[in-house]
């Protein structure tokens, strides 16, 4: 590539973190300025399966598959089924905050910021459900490990 096309386009630096977690508060955002968009909760688990961590990501949800899947996930996270999601987030940034209300009001706290880009694979209550699949092959990836959710002793936050 020759120096002037490469002053020309732009570069990035991207950031995923991919994972296993459950998805909460699905919700449709409206803000003051700006477009209405789709976003959720996903609580990422780590650590020992005997042992499980969570690390919650507050996430803008983005591109049509992963809109569909969550739209199609929405009621059944609504009614508080166990709604495990294999995960890709993207560009991940903290933002501080101060609690409005319960025992930390007025306390600082912080949320991790995201996009959510992919589910490569969704369980209901431990069921299997289909979710797209990007259609190109050099976008498709194997699967993480997920175990059955009747062998692991883990609990939605």
Known sequence: MSESSQASSPSFFNLHVEGV????????????????????????????????????????????????????????????KAVIIGFRIADIYPEMFTFEKGD????????IKGRLLRIKFAKVNGEHIDVPQPARAEERESVPFCPPASSVSIHPP
């Open 104 to 111: 930390r009001k007025g306390q600082p706290g912080v949320s």
């Open 21 to 80: 977690g459950y998805l909460n508060r699905v919700r449709t955002v409206k803000p003051k300025k700006g477009q209405e968009f789709l976003a959720c909760t996903v609580a990422a688990l780590r650590g020992s399966d005997s042992d499980v961590c969570y690390t919650k990501f507050d996430c803008r949800v983005r591109g049509a598959d992963a809109q569909a899947t969550v739209e199609r996930l929405a009621d059944d996270v609504a009614a508080e």
